[in-house]
Every structure is written in structure tokens, then in C-alpha cells.
């Protein structure tokens, strides 16, 4: 069974930092694109940042120049490094991993973690 356990969420002023860590373990391959998607208050889910397992990196406009998505693949783990925040990145901040079980077979599946509250007052 593969678990994803977020860390590193709290409650900061605007303009300060955060740094988001995601671990993946469980039995698995190999894990393709990494997320971190992010759920305001009666709004959707939306993503936020993305990185594949060659290191290609894409982000939602409004995180351009002041979020980076980085992994560390020895280590299953996902980062997201949150400079400058404003109010409204304020949510709930979840991990996506798309994981291939076998090395025989390319079927791939998504799996979230249970994520961590992020709260940026102005």
C-alpha cells in the first residue's frame, strides 16, 4: 500500500516562508509526476506545482517567482518552498504522487496524501 504523509504547514505573516515536504513509502517501482495541489475555503482543489521524474517543473501562474517544486528521488519525497506568501495562498495543501507498481507494467495510479493546513495572515 503506498502512503504519502505531508509536513511543514502552519500559520505565517504574509511575505514570509514556508518550506512543504511530502514522503511516499510503501511498495512501489517507480513514482512519475509529483504535485501539490491546494484547497481554499469553498473553492476546488487546484494545482499549484508539479515535477516530473526527469525534473521538469510546472506551476499555476499566480505561484510563478515565488514557490519551487524540487524532489529528492532517493528519498520519495516531494518539496514545495513558499517565499513571499499573501493571503490568499492560504489552504489546505495536498501531495499527489502517480506511482507505477510494477516494473513489468507501465499502469500508473494516483494517490494523495492527507494534507497540511497552510495560513498566511495579513
Known amino acids: 500500500q503506498v502512503q504519502l504523509v505531508e509536513s511543514g504547514g502552519d500559520l505565517v505573516q504574509a511575505g514570509g516562508s514556508l518550506t512543504l515536504s511530502c514522503a511516499v513509502s510503501?511498495?512501489?517501482?517507480?513514482?512519475?509526476?509529483m504535485g501539490w495541489y491546494r484547497q481554499a475555503p469553498g473553492k476546488q482543489r487546484e494545482l499549484v506545482a508539479s515535477?516530473?521524474?526527469?525534473?521538469?517543473?510546472n506551476y499555476d501562474d499566480s505561484v510563478k517567482g515565488r514557490f519551487t517544486i524540487s524532489r529528492d528521488n532517493a528519498k520519495n519525497t516531494v518539496y514545495l518552498q513558499m517565499n513571499s506568501l499573501k493571503p490568499e495562498d492560504t489552504g489546505l495543501y495536498y501531495c499527489?504522487?502517480?506511482?507505477?507498481?510494477?516494473?513489468?507494467?507501465?499502469?500508473?495510479?494516483?494517490?494523495w496524501g492527507q494534507g497540511t493546513q497552510v495560513a498566511v495572515s495579513s
Open positions: 499527489n504522487a502517480n506511482v507505477r507498481a510494477f516494473e513489468y507494467s507501465s499502469a500508473a495510479f494516483s494517490y
Open positions: 510503501g511498495r512501489f517501482f517507480s513514482i512519475n509526476t
Open positions: 515535477i516530473t521524474s526527469g525534473g521538469s517543473t
